[in-house]
T-cell receptor, first 110, second 114 residues
């Protein structure tokens, strides 16, 4: 099993739709997780941290399912500006290597 | 706001040549990372510094790659005898503190090996 796995998409959704992405991870010792957003030809930027209690920020909700070893990102009321690649990031149980998933591409359309 | 800066933005080189990239992290950040990203993939970890000490290096990093952070501030990544497979975006990131949270990335150096 890969350390971090994501469906590469693309997910094509109409504006206003709700969309959810999952990310599975293999290291059960990992404690905290992150979602980064990467626009085309730009650097990744932190979107949200994901802790055991989950996290909500406006239209974005991130949740952790430790038993099944996956994290999710839910985007409500999608905007055109949400079009980007969403990268799941998993720290190791020890060490410093943050492992990025391949990313899920989202395209929000009119 | 002086974020992470990388130089050059683009580098085109011929196979077999050596190249060196520079990264200037956010000034108070003690942790510095190098990642490599190819089209359709997520960033792939290369190496990590805490201050001037290189604490972790990817097993995927061949001996043609070397990184330094001599005074715990800027860092350089050198690739010797470049190969076409080295073509990628090389991203530098920095962070502060003891956790792995919130990496601030530079805009990257796009390397093309002809």
């Amino acid at each position: 099993r890969k350390e971090v796995e994501q469906d590469p998409g693309p997910f094509n959704v109409p504006e206003g739709a709700t969309v959810a992405f999952n990310c599975t991870y293999s290291n059960s010792a990992s404690q905290s997780f992150f979602w980064y957003r990467q626009d085309c030809r730009k650097e990744p930027k932190l979107l949200m941290s994901v802790y055991s209690s989950g996290n909500e920020d406006g239209r974005f909700t991130a949740q952790l399912n430790r038993a099944s070893q996956y994290i999710s990102l839910l985007i409500r009321d999608s905007k055109l500006s949400d079009s980007a690649t969403y990268l799941c990031v998993v720290p190791p149980g020890g060490g410093n290597k943050l492992t990025f998933g391949t990313g899920t591409q989202l395209k929000v359309e009119l | 706001d002086t974020g992470v800066s990388q130089d050059p933005r683009h580098k085109i080189t011929k196979r077999g040549q050596n190249v060196t990239f520079r990264c200037d992290p956010i000034s108070e950040h003690n942790r510095l990372y190098w990642y490599r990203q190819t089209l359709g993939q997520g960033p792939e970890f290369l190496t990590y510094f805490q201050n001037e000490a290189q604490l972790e290096k990817s097993r995927l990093l061949s001996d043609r790659f070397s990184a330094e952070r001599p005074k715990g501030s800027f860092s350089t990544l050198e690739i010797q005898r470049t190969e076409q497979g080295d073509s990628a975006m090389y991203l530098c990131a920095s962070s502060q503190g003891v956790s792995n949270e919130k990496l601030f990335f530079g805009s990257g150096t796009q390397l093309s090996v002809l």
